[in-house]
Each structure stands twice: as C-alpha cells, then as structure tokens.
C-alpha cells in the first residue's frame, strides 16, 4: 500500500501544489487519474468559487455552491463532488499510476466523497497522494491506520516519492 498525504499552512497552497505536481506528471506521459482544485476569487463579501479538474480528461466541475454575501456554512455541492467521484472511479479501470486526490476533507472523514475511492485504489495497487488539512488529519490516520507516509509540501519531493515507488516496482518485477 502506497499512501502519502501533503498538508500546507497557507490558504489555497496545497491546491495549488498538487495541480503543478499533476500538470508535471502528465506532460511526463505519467498516467494520472484523480481531482485537483482551483479556486477562482469572487466579488469582495462572497468566497471563493471551487472547482474540481478530472485527471485526466481535464473536465472541470463546480464543487461550490453560492450561498450568497458573507454566507457562512458549508458550501460544498455535494452532488457535484459525487459526480466527480464517479468520473474518477471510472478512470481506475485504465490502471492509472498514481490517484491524486485534492483534499481528504469532512466527507471523507465521515466515510463519503472520495474515501472508499482510495481504498479501491489502494486495494489495486494504485499509489494514492492525497492533500489534507489539520481540520481532518486525525480521521485520516484513523482511516490510513497509520500507513501513510507524509511528505514535504514542495514538487520536488513529491516527485523523488513517486520516483522511489516506480523504481521499486521495476526492481521487483525485474
């Protein structure tokens, strides 16, 4: 079982980490299948949009809903984070060689959204990175049982992570 997790302090870097690291692989020719996030500025009072880019069709889906000025609870679409759940578990059929998931967030920890997803993936040999905050990082370990690695936010280490795990494969499939 390969699972790592990156956890950032600032707002919106881990989104952006992991779109950088996915744009990286795939113009590598790595096959990728999974989510990263965008989040598009709105009008001063509304937070921000959030949308969702299927790995690797590039289909971009709004996981936000607008709640309207200064609105205050969730605004998680969530008919929208299991439609992109679907179009990602899909995607597992073409044996991808890593899953990237943008966020363990409250769905997961609650056992929804992309949770049982990475534990298909995982049960396929798929290698799994996954972004996660400090809000969910105990649920996380509780769900990883103790078995995933963290990595330091920055590409080149995702990259060497990823590097060892193909190099180890090859070594024992040599």
């Known amino acids: 079982m390969h699972l790592a997790y990156v956890t950032t302090t600032d707002r919106g870097a881990t989104d952006r980490l992991l779109s950088a690291f996915a744009e990286a692989l795939t113009d590598a020719g790595t096959a990728l299948s999974g989510v990263v996030q965008t989040n598009t500025e709105c009008a001063e009072g509304y937070k921000c949009d959030m949308d969702l ?12 809903q607008s709640l309207g000025k200064n609105a205050r609870g969730c605004r998680l679409d969530p008919a929208e984070l299991e439609r992109a759940v679907g ?51 105990e649920r996380f370990q509780e769900f990883a049982g103790g078995m995933a690695e963290a990595l330091e936010p920055d590409l080149g280490c995702l990259t060497d992570w990823l590097d060892g795990l193909n190099q180890s494969e090859t070594q024992r499939t040599a």
């Open 53 to 64: 880019k299927v790995l690797p069709t590039g289909e971009t889906i709004r996981i936000s």
């Open 87 to 137: 179009l990602v578990t899909q995607s597992l059929d073409n044996a991808p060689q890593l899953l990237i998931i943008n966020k363990f967030g409250k769905h997961e920890a609650d056992g929804r959204g992309f949770r049982p997803l990475i534990a298909d993936a995982l049960g396929r040999g798929i290698p799994v990175l996954v972004g996660l905050n400090k809000l969910n990082i």
